[in-house]
């Protein structure tokens, strides 16, 4: 009884060792999240299910569908199982998402000691848990809104319950794990397949002997008569419910059971050989890229990801053998069978190939931040067969130092303890080398999220429509996660990809525009951008648009060259760089657009077709070297015999390169002598 307390106890205080870490964790390291856009995909699905709903309707067609949404015929649904989604939502109905991380980290340390202590006992399952909660993978995936936590939750749950029915031969256990990984199935199909294969094979070892062909013929009588078959059966049926409920999903949100979510937005992002592809990115996925990718993957994990890295790989290797000559017993085995069903499956999986970025670049791709999360599961084995060896060899120094006669009961103590010491030290050591890098490279990506989610410190302005850029394609929270939309487009901000803004507008009249902005490519990893503004945006209309530019010119300068261009051409103005601003104006009417205010023909117009970007630049020209450019883009709407414009966007171009949406003017930032100032007038009209 006081051992089985002990065991409790520590398993207890493993478990809020690791839901208070990953708590810090994430909200210091990923407080907007990560590299990985598909947390955002996760969280507008959660949010979706608080409200009830499985897709989303947007009022405006183009300019808001999330990443990774599939446009299907009854609105845009995700690309991926509802499960994981469902449990972040759990966690915002106690009071924050994060709360499930918290939780989900918690579940699995106390469930990998748990197992562990099924398969072996309670020492070798606290110091497995233990040896899981230092692995900077169970860290930092635990710690992000991604499904590879959350799915290994389950797994663990269905293992955990498959051992103890099997121990106890309960059947409520045997349900349990039937629940359990049914759902796991839902969640991630592949990966709930490739977890439970091992344990499948078990589940058949123990039917050995209990079923024949006699036997078979009455399947009822045998499912009550025996003990095993009734246990399996139980959870094969509850396993099966879940695989059903999957396919029951897919039918509602793509129209055929068979055709699952990710299947219906890339149909050749699949399991297999062959041709792979998800938007544009393709590849021949070779069964020699496959092992390439594979073998890269893996020596990442043990080398990089797992606690004490290569020592801990070593020690689960010996960990395995020692269980060997042991004799390794049939609910030991499951656990050994990941080592195979794992690492294989995963060859089939063009997934580990895209991880790695450029296969010949070390430190290159999503792993080199978050690491190899489609093995996230070996972390069980790694950590269990670790435990074993550690403990073999403490036994071994114990027995070899009390055989000598120089040693007493006492000094073969003393000789345990310090090989636990040692190993402890050098499992640490390493530890926090191998976790140093992707810390430091997830904190950069936070600072630079920083800077660019500045302008929403606070929360965005209240009753507002935020028109986004869009770096990656027509996608919202790609990459800006941290500004999602409500699903019924009614929170306190409205976002909207700036491809549409009259139409956009028009959708949300009683909301202030407002137009987000940054500066410098969108490179994280590499602290850009440097800088980001929220733009309010006047929406004016009327027979003739007048915007005033005025720009200020540093000391210095040659001359400043103003264009204007639409679809009809350029015109230009030249004046003088002596003074410290230059101001001029575009009138524009409901068919043409002229530059006033620095001389040239009175005459010289431009034609105005329809819904277009008028654009003007500034070019102060300080010789090589030193010169920049002001952008102006004037969004125009003359399609109904009167004009309408919204206030530009203005850039601030060190380079002609430069400018084309990444180099937004941050009036904060802007060097002395550098200043911007529109003023967007209507006559005939209202603003």
């Known amino acids: 009884m006081m051992r089985r307390r002990s065991a409790t106890l520590g398993t207890a205080a493993l478990a809020l060792a690791g839901a208070l870490l990953v708590w810090f964790v994430s909200t210091t390291l990923f407080p907007y999240h990560s590299l990985n856009h598909d947390e955002a995909v996760y969280l507008q699905q959660a949010a979706m299910l608080l409200e009830g709903q499985l897709s989303l309707d947007p009022p405006v067609e183009g300019v808001f569908r999330p990443w990774f949404f599939v446009d299907g015929p009854e609105g845009l649904y995700p690309k991926y199982a509802p499960v994981p989604a469902a449990m972040f939502a759990v966690g915002e109905l106690l009071g924050g998402y994060r709360l499930t991380l918290v939780a989900v980290a918690a579940g699995n340390l106390a469930l990998a000691a748990g197992v562990v202590r099924e398969a072996f006992d309670a020492r070798t399952g606290l110091l497995a848990g233990a040896l899981v909660l230092a692995s900077p993978l169970f860290v930092i995936t635990s710690s992000v809104f991604l499904p590879y936590a959350p799915t290994h939750v389950l797994n663990l749950a269905f293992a955990y319950c498959y051992l103890r029915a099997d121990r106890t ?32 094979g078990h589940a058949l070892w123990t039917l050995r002997g209990e079923v024949d062909v006699a036997r078979l013929r009455e399947p009822l009588a045998l499912v009550r008569d025996s003990d095993a078959v009734g246990r399996q059966a139980t959870t094969a049926a509850l396993g099966l419910a879940g695989v059903a409920l999957a396919l029951g999903y897919n039918a509602v949100v793509t129209g055929h059971a068979l055709t699952f979510p990710y299947a219906a937005f890339a149909p050749l992002d699949g399991l297999g050989f062959g041709r792979r592809r ?34 801990t790989a070593a020690l689960a290797g010996l960990g395995v053998a020692v269980a060997a000559r042991r004799g390794l017993t049939a609910r030991q085995a499951p656990l050994a069978g990941l080592f195979v069903s794992v690492p294989v499956g995963n060859v089939y999986f ?4 895209n991880v790695l970025g450029d296969l010949d670049t070390a430190g ?57 010491l040692v190993l402890a030290g050098v499992v640490g050591a390493v530890t926090a080398d191998v976790a140093r890098e992707p810390v430091e490279r997830n904190a950069e990506v936070t600072d630079s999220y920083e800077r660019a989610y500045e302008p929403f410190a606070g929360g965005p ?20 996660q941290a500004v999602r939309n409500d699903p019924g487009f009614d929170g306190r901000a409205v976002y909207a990809i700036d491809d549409r803004p009259f139409a956009t507008a028009d959708a949300f009249p009683e909301r202030t525009l407002y137009r987000y902005a ?92 329809g819904v277009e970007t008028v654009r003007a630049s500034a070019f102060v020209d300080y010789g090589p070297g030193g010169s920049f450019t002001y952008r102006f883009d004037l969004p125009v709407d003359a399609t109904d015999g009167r004009v309408r414009a919204l206030t530009p966007g203005v850039e601030l171009c060190r380079g002609v390169r430069s400018c084309g949406g990444e180099a937004a003017y941050v009036p904060a930032t802007a060097p002395e002598g550098v200043s911007v100032e529109t003023d967007l007038t209507a006559t005939g009209g209202d603003t």
Do not use: C, M
Request: proline share 6%; glycine share 10%; hydrophobic share 50%.
């Open 364 to 420: 290159d791709g999503l792993v080199s931040a978050l690491g190899p999360y489609y093995h996230f599961d070996l972390l069980l084995p790694a950590a269990a067969f670790a435990a074993v060896a550690v403990f073999a060899l403490v036994d071994y120094v114990r027995s070899t130092a009390a055989a000598r006669p120089q040693f007493d009961r006492r000094g073969a103590r003393v000789a345990a303890l310090a090989t636990v």
């Open 350 to 353: 063009w997934g580990n190939f």
């Open 169 to 200: 031969g309960r059947r409520r256990w045997a349900a349990a794990a039937g629940a359990a990984v049914g759902l796991a199935f839902f969640a991630r199909p592949f990966t709930a397949v490739l977890f439970a294969l091992p344990f499948v």
């Open 278 to 311: 998800i938007l544009n990115h393709e590849v021949a996925y070779t069964p020699e890229l496959a092992l390439a990718a594979n073998g890269r993957v893996l020596w990442i994990f043990f080398a990089k990801w797992l606690a004490g890295g290569l020592v």
């Open 518 to 609: 940054y500066r410098g490519g969108w490179a994280p990893y590499d602290g850009s951008p440097s800088a980001a503004r929220l733009q309010r945006v006047e929406d004016v209309r009327g027979d003739r648009l007048t915007l005033t530019a005025t720009v200020g010119v540093p000391s210095g300068a040659e001359s400043v060259t103003v264009r204007v261009g639409t679809g009809d051409g350029s015109v230009y103005r030249v004046a003088s760089g002596g003074n410290s601003a230059v101001e001029f104006r575009l009138v524009v009417t409901d068919e043409r657009v002229a530059v006033e205010g620095l001389g040239g023909p009175a005459d010289e117009t431009l034609a105005v077709d």
């Open 461 to 480: 302005p209240a009753n507002s429509l935020v028109l986004l850029p869009d770096p990656y394609g027509n996608w919202l929270n790609h990459p800006f």
